[in-house]
């Protein structure tokens, strides 16, 4: 299996690597003063004036909407192998993506509205969000039920002549508290009474929509992520026009596989970027500290972590290119088991390489002088979105299984 990017792609990473090392990598400390600033004068949700500086930049220099395929809206998008390697670039930090208009949950939500949205849906809502004008969010997640099983969701969309109406509670609404943030959308129950998979549909909702009430942001390990955010959402008899639904009641399901697939590669290249960033910091740290008169890489333990982290990290991003290839030809379905597992190694893989160089650092390891504490915060975290890891393990045992369902005794 022929794993190498285009000659267009690899020479877009080389474009991309310039633009990180001269632009934005050496911009970390500004950005983290805006963030202090913006605390200190009591509004952190506001957008970044660094970051939309960059975003000009990095339009004029083509790499701009990359993550998306096959659009004539975005011709400028990549397949998933090609993207995938930029994206472990941007991942190393955790700002870096909304660059380039390639961050989470917008490219989720473009290429939902990409695949599956009428003309009229795309005017209004993809354009703005391909310019970049506008932001997004995704509302799925309830605080009242298990919502790694989907079906579980309360959240009810009712038709009421011409229009829907939408009553229920999301939480960790990523994107939600970005005062940029114009439209939603939602998850919901239209039909109770059809099967578990049919149930569910997807509703694009003005997030200024009357009887929307962002109720609080929610914490992650002690970050709010301000500007961007997880909320918690009520909506109360919040009412959109019909038109607003989309592909058709009971097809949320469906849209929801060919969001997630594209989204989990994005995960989990930014999540490998992310730790090969970490393990770097662990090996200049191992070699530049002494303790009991030698320095700390010499001893046996880091050095078996340091070979151990290489390996987690080379292995997770060959899953990950796989998995990119296979949803490039064969499509998601016929990759959902190769989708399935990296979304369980990558994180895991990360989140270790992470862990160790946080104890390489000590007590830095853990303070606000180094990237590392927010690093693991967000990998951690990935463990659980976009399902945890226990379903998508089911999963992968699921598929595995049926492949003996018929076999006839043993070879």
């Known amino acids: ?46 957008a970044s004036p660094l970051v939309e500086r960059l975003k000009d930049q990095a339009r004029a220099q083509g790499l701009w909407n990359l993550f998306l395929p096959g659009s004539p809206r975005a011709p400028e998008g990549l397949s998933n192998l090609d993207y995938a390697p930029l994206c472990e670039l941007m991942g190393r930090v955790h700002w870096s993506p909304e660059v380039f208009n390639c ?21 209004r809502w993809l354009d703005p969000l391909l310019d970049g004008r506008i932001r997004s969010a995704f509302l799925m997640t309830e605080p009242a039920v298990a919502s790694s099983d989907a079906t579980n969701l309360e959240c009810a969309i009712r038709r009421d002549g011409s229009d829907y109406v939408i009553d229920g509670r999301k939480w960790y609404a990523s994107g939600a508290g970005d005062p940029r943030c114009a439209v939603y959308i ?7 009474t059809a099967d ?61 596989q060919g969001r997630l697939g594209p989204g989990r590669i994005h995960h989990c290249m ?19 500290r ?40 064969v499509g998601n379905k016929a990759a959902r088991a190769e989708i399935a597992m990296i ?13 160790w160089a946080v104890q390489a650092h000590g007590a830095a390891g853990v303070s606000q002088d180094t990237f590392l504490a927010r690093a693991w915060a ?27 369902a018929t076999t006839q005794g043993d070879r």
């Not at 990998?379 to 089911?394: I, N, S």
């Open 1 to 46: 299996m022929d794993l190498t990017p285009s000659p267009h792609a690899q020479a877009l990473h080389q474009r991309l690597l310039d633009f990180l090392q001269q632009q934005v990598w050496p911009c970390e400390a500004e950005h983290a003063a805006e963030e202090t600033s913006a605390r200190a004068a009591g509004n952190p949700w506001q």
């Open 103 to 123: 961050s989470a949950p917008d490219t989720g939500n473009m290429e939902v509205l990409a695949r599956y949205g009428d003309e009229d849906q795309q005017a």
């Open 186 to 192: 939602v998850m919901g129950i239209t039909d109770p």
């Open 196 to 256: 578990r998979h049919q149930r569910h549909s997807m509703v694009l909702v003005p997030a200024d929509a009357p009887g929307i009430r962002v109720e609080r942001a929610m914490d992650v390990y002690g970050y709010d992520d301000a500007p961007h955010g997880h909320m918690q959402v009520a909506l109360d008899n919040v009412r959109v026009p019909a038109s607003n639904m989309l592909l058709g009641e009971g097809r949320g399901f469906e849209i929801a």
């Open 270 to 288: 930014r999540a490998i970027g992310a730790g090969e960033r970490a393990l770097e910091a662990m090996c200049r740290r191992l070699a530049s």
């Open 290 to 329: 002494h303790a009991f008169g030698r320095a700390v890489a010499e001893y046996s333990v880091w050095r078996e972590r340091i070979a151990q982290s290489r390996c987690l990290l080379d292995q997770a991003r060959l899953m990950v290119m796989k998995a990119a290839r296979m949803m490039d030809t």
């Open 343 to 355: 979304k369980v190694i990558a994180p895991q893989a990360a989140e270790q390489v992470i862990d």
């Open 378 to 404: 967000h990998t951690r975290t990935l463990r659980m979105a976009d399902g945890p890891d226990e379903v998508h393990r089911e999963a992968i045992a699921r598929i595995e299984l049926k492949k003996y």
